[in-house]
């Protein structure tokens, strides 16, 4: 019958262009011995920094600099479109690390899934695949639930609050970024932690004001029925 050749490889084979300072990080992941879950410094750092860092943006944007029509849900959901050109710089930025770290590797520019099949994708092309595909992730989790809380008409707080946790997030993505990329990429957690608080901040919130409303809806329809 017909012969199936499957390339094999060596266990510790790494591309020929692997830099000093990869080679270090590879020899670093086959010494750890530690476990999956990140030192808790990690999200503690995360979770206390986010709400100082909230609380600052949101307080240096002046209400002034928030018109009257942005105080319903049309004008929430307005201004949180606006807010998210941040985002939009952020895959840009994301886009032009990717495309510098596929420029210095020929090969991985000229055919990314053949240098993946032979298994010699350069260390530099994994770390940024991996920080884009993290980056997506996290947005697909941050848009719902920032435009959840975009619908709602009265908010304990103006809608300065958008802009403010959008420039947060795009915060987070950039440091869970520059911890990646550390000598000791568990420092990431500092930001994915900030980017989850977040998310679970404006999900939550949503959430628990659907309830009470679908509550009170349904013991007192007829009040409802009347708006």
Known sequence: GDRILVPVLEKDTMPCSTSKAEQKRAEDMDKYSGTSFPPLYGPIVGFLLTPLLVYGIYNFLLP???AENYQNPAGHLSL??????????????????????????????????????KGTTPFSVIQAN????????????????????SSWEYLPCD???????????????FIYRLGFV????????????????ISIGCLGYSSC????????RNSNPLYYSQL
């Open 64 to 66: 002034s600099c928030i």
């Open 80 to 117: 949180l479109l606006k807010s998210l050109t941040l985002a939009g710089f952020l895959f840009v930025t994301e886009s032009i690390f990717g495309t510098i770290a596929r420029w210095k590797s020929p090969k991985a520019a000229y055919d990314p899934a053949a240098i993946a099949f």
């Open 130 to 149: 991996r920080i884009h595909q993290d980056t997506m992730e996290s947005f697909m989790i941050f848009f719902p639930s920032i435009l959840s809380l």
């Open 159 to 173: 809608s300065r609050v958008f802009p403010t946790l959008v420039i947060t997030w795009v915060v987070a993505r």
């Open 182 to 197: 550390s000598s000791f990429s568990f420092n990431r957690s500092i930001g994915t932690a900030m980017s989850v608080l």
């Open 209 to 216: 004001r659907s309830f009470l409303e679908l509550s009170a």
